[in-house]
Structures are given as structure tokens and as C-alpha cells.
């Protein structure tokens, strides 16, 4: 189709304030807020540079570990080598650059160059979302606005622009794998798929019940398997007992699928496995009646995995940008939306209560230490004495920590039941009637999610955080 050629750009409606009003919070949240994952990565990066260039590119890692340079991060690298060759490919410029004029790395400008990546991966995120909200069927003027609530939707933009986080690099290849996908070409599905597998294990959980509803026959179903990991094993083997830390951190990633079980009388059983083996097996059975039935599985699997996943395991809040762009495309694909709108508003609630309260040190005003306040004002949360993280005021709010786990789980299981497609629709459009609800347009929503969910929940309160850590109430 022609028209999937044509750039991420603003939907029809948007005037030149709407334009400045996210433009102008997009930029705040890229300069003012960083996480320090991302430092650790662009130095590690860096020194990846420096592996190559000395000729010692296979002892990457053992530089990493030994830290013989000044360089702050506190942890190993971790990951896949490719990601360190793209963040490298990408710092390349500035290690020319600091070798010519013989200048040591300026850490805080590598830290908004890395950010780049991210931010640009998220971007492309919202080129994917409307692409393959396109191929499912939706106008282009429908895309475009799907596009728009995944990237202001406040636990999407809270990973990659709040955090500087770059799960966005595994979501975005996911993102272009399911329009192959929706195409028919399970080849191609399966080998980009393979590109984000290495950035992150996560696409794998939704490559195999999506591929057991196209395929039915074994050996096509362990063909498309191995394609998938055409990149993750040579990189993997290419590092084999040199990584150090790296695959005590992966196995410890995989371990939590398995931390939260039941008692079922002669031995606890992880349940996030039991639910993900019944939805693998149920994938296997089914097969679709007709097209739209089988593109509308293509993000409701997703979905439906991915919530599973962040409800049973013990996650950290840039996982779950993975999760959104599949609620917001199944949002999209239902007659009413309405109720779905308000559902995005409870789950952002509950997304920014858990996290604020189970990682006090790390979401909250903290994050103001990554950026241009701390960099250029030498305002810094973490160190001050008058520091009070928000966890300790909302244990004194009556209730506040016990319902806060059902306005996140509610919304999950929410979206995993009665978005379940019935007939030619949804649960949820067979039990409403769209007619009923107020005529409230869709950019109006837009405002209300992203304002009420980022703002209100999590910018608000956290500088309110900053303001008493600085001493000014």
C-alpha cells in the first residue's frame, strides 16, 4: 500500500497549540529526566569503542568488569553485544571527534546523545504503531491518532523520554514484525522478530503462539523457531564465557516468570507459566474463521501475553512500554472506545502508585538528577538530606497501597477479557452500546490521558518531591 510509505506525522484536528503543547513536553522530558541505566550504557558503549580501536574487541566485557578507566557505572555490561555495537555505531562521531582534539568523554553529553537512541527508536515505535494499525485496516487519519495515543499514552512515554530507557529498540522491531506478520509473511516476521529478540527476550513469548495460529505443521513451526533466533545464537556463541556477569542477569530476568506461584496441594506452580502454556496451546487449536479475525489476534496475542507477563512477575516499570502499544491498537480496534479512554486513565493510576511505592529511589524526583537541573544547577535529589521519597507519605494514606494493585491488575485483566474477540467483535462491544456514553472527541481523550495519567500522577507529585528535597517547602 502506497500510503504506508508516508511519514509519523500529526493527526487531522491538531492545531498549532496542540502541536506546541506535546512537542513542548516531549522536549522538557528528553532534557530535565534521565534514568542511570542509560549513563552506564553509553559508557559502556564507549568503552566498546575503545575495545575495537585497540584491538581488542573480544575483551570488551573483561574491560567492562576490570574498570580501568573513570567512567561512571556501577554495573557490568550486561547485554547482548549488540547493543553496545549500536549505541557505539551511533557514539562513533564523538569518539573521532574526542581522538582528534585529544578530549577526554564529556559524560553528560554522551548521556542526551545515547538518549537520542532511545527517543528516535520511540519515534519510530509510533511510525510502527500507525503502520500497522493501517495494514489492519484502520484510514490513515485513524493511525495517525492510534500513533499519538501510544506515544503520549503515560506508561509509554514514561520508558524512553521520563526514564531515557531503551526497551523501545525491542519494541520497535516487534512493532515492524507484526506488519509482516498481518501480511502473511511468516519468513520475514520471523527473522526481524530475531532482531529484537536480541535486545530483549520478551518477543519471543509472543512469536510462538502467534506463529501455532498461521502454522499448524511441526516442522514449519520449528523452522520459523530457529529463524527467530538467527542472530541471538551467533552473538551469544561469539561471547561464550566472556560475558561474565551477563548470564547470571539474563537467567535472573527469566527467573521471575517463575517466582509467583500457586499452591495446588502436592507442589506450587508458576502461574504466569500455567496461563502462558494454556494460551500457547489454545493458539495451537484455533484457527480463525476469517481475515479480520486472525490481523485482530495479531495484537490481541500480544496483549493479552504481555499483560500475563506484568501482572505475575516482578517487573520494572520501562518493561511495560512493551505491553501499550497492543492495548492502544486493540483500543483503536473496537467500536467503542469510550470506556477503554477512561480503563488507559486507572491504569496509568495504578501504574505510577506501584511504581513510585516499590521503586521510591529511582521514578520519582530522582529521575531530575539525569538532567539539565542537576547538570547545570547542580541540584541533586538522592544526595540531599531533606530527601523524602513519595512512598513514605502514601503508606500514611489510608487504602492507598491496597487498591493500588487493583487499579493496575484490574485494567490487565480488564483489557485480557473483554477486549477477547466474540463473533466479528469484541466482549466489550457485545455487552455496550456506544450510543450511551458522551460524544467526547478523541483528542480531547488524548489530552485527558496524557495529562491527567503523566501529570498528575507522576510529574506532579514528583516535583513536589523535588521542591521539599531542595529545602523549598
Known amino acids: 500500500m502506497k500510503s504506508l510509505t508516508k511519514k509519523l506525522q500529526w493527526p487531522d484536528g491538531f492545531k498549532l497549540y ?87 568523554l564529556n559524560e553528560m553529553f554522551i548521556i542526551y546523545w545515547a538518549k537520542i537512541v532511545c527517543v528516535g527508536f520511540f519515534t519510530g515505535c509510533g511510525y510502527m504503531v500507525k503502520r500497522l494499525c493501517m495494514e489492519l485496516g484502520l484510514k490513515e487519519s485513524k493511525a495517525s491518532l492510534a500513533a499519538m495515543f501510544f506515544i503520549f499514552n503515560p506508561v509509554a512515554f514514561f520508558s524512553p523520554m521520563a526514564m531515557g530507557q531503551y526497551d523501545t529498540l525491542c519494541l520497535f522491531f516487534t512493532l515492524w514484525a507484526l506488519c509482516l506478520y498481518v501480511k502473511g509473511d511468516m519468513t520475514k516476521f520471523s527473522l526481524i522478530m530475531g532482531v529484537g529478540v536480541v535486545f530483549k527476550f520478551f518477543p519471543l513469548l509472543i512469536l510462538v503462539p502467534l506463529v501455532l495460529v498461521r502454522e499448524k505443521k511441526i516442522l514449519n513451526i520449528i523452522k520459523y523457531g530457529i529463524m527467530s533466533l538467527w542472530l541471538y545464537i551467533p552473538t551469544t556463541l561469539l561471547f561464550w564465557g566472556r560475558t561474565g556477569n551477563a548470564a547470571v542477569f539474563t537467567q535472573a530476568m527469566i527467573n521471575r516468570m517463575f517466582q509467583v506461584t500457586d499452591n495446588m496441594g502436592m507442589r506450587e506452580i508458576p502461574v504466569f507459566i500455567l496461563l502462558y502454556a494454556l ?85 520519582g524526583a530522582v529521575l531530575f538528577d539525569g538532567g539539565l537541573l542537576c547538570h547545570l544547577f547542580g541540584v541533586q535529589v538522592i544526595t540531599s538530606p531533606d530527601w523524602r521519597p513519595l512512598a513514605d507519605f502514601m503508606v500514611n494514606i489510608p487504602y492507598v497501597w491496597i487498591t493500588t494493585p487493583v487499579l493496575f491488575t484490574g485494567s490487565i485483566i480488564g483489557n485480557i477479557v473483554l477486549k477477547l474477540p466474540v463473533g466479528n467483535g469484541s466482549l466489550a462491544d457485545r455487552l455496550s452500546d456506544k450510543s450511551q456514553y458522551d460524544k467526547i472527541p478523541d483528542k480531547v481523550f488524548l489530552y485527558g490521558i496524557f495529562v491527567i495519567g503523566f501529570f498528575g500522577f507522576w510529574l506532579a507529585p514528583s516535583l513536589l518531591e523535588l521542591i521539599n528535597a531542595i529545602g523549598v517547602i
Open 18 to 104: 496542540d502541536k506546541l503543547f506535546f512537542g513542548i513536553a516531549f522536549v522538557f522530558a528528553f532534557f530535565f529526566m534521565s534514568h542511570p541505566d542509560l549513563w552506564e550504557t553509553a559508557n559502556h558503549s564507549y568503552v566498546f569503542l575503545e575495545s575495537v580501536f585497540s584491538g581488542n574487541f573480544m575483551n570488551f566485557y573483561e574491560f567492562c568488569a576490570a574498570h580501568n578507566n573513570s567512567y561512571y557505572y556501577i554495573n557490568v555490561a550486561n547485554y547482548n553485544i549488540m547493543i553496545y555495537m549500536l549505541f557505539g555505531l551511533w557514539e562513533l562521531p564523538v569518539f573521532i571527534f574526542n581522538h582528534i582534539f585529544g578530549l577526554p
Open 279 to 363: 494460551v500457547v496451546f489454545v493458539s495451537f487449536l484455533y484457527v480463525p474463521k476469517n481475515k479480520k479475525t486472525g490481523d485482530y489476534l495479531a495484537v490481541y496475542i500480544p496483549m493479552a501475553v504481555f499483560c500475563l507477563l506484568f501482572n505475575y512477575i516482578y517487573w520494572h516499570p520501562q518493561w511495560l512500554v512493551l505491553m501499550i502499544p497492543f492495548v492502544v491498537i486493540t483500543t483503536q480496534l473496537q467500536e467503542n472506545k469510550a470506556p477503554w479512554y477512561y480503563m488507559d486513565i486507572v491504569m496509568a493510576a495504578g501504574f505510577f502508585l506501584f511504581a513510585l511505592y516499590n521503586y521510591s529511589s529511582q521514578t
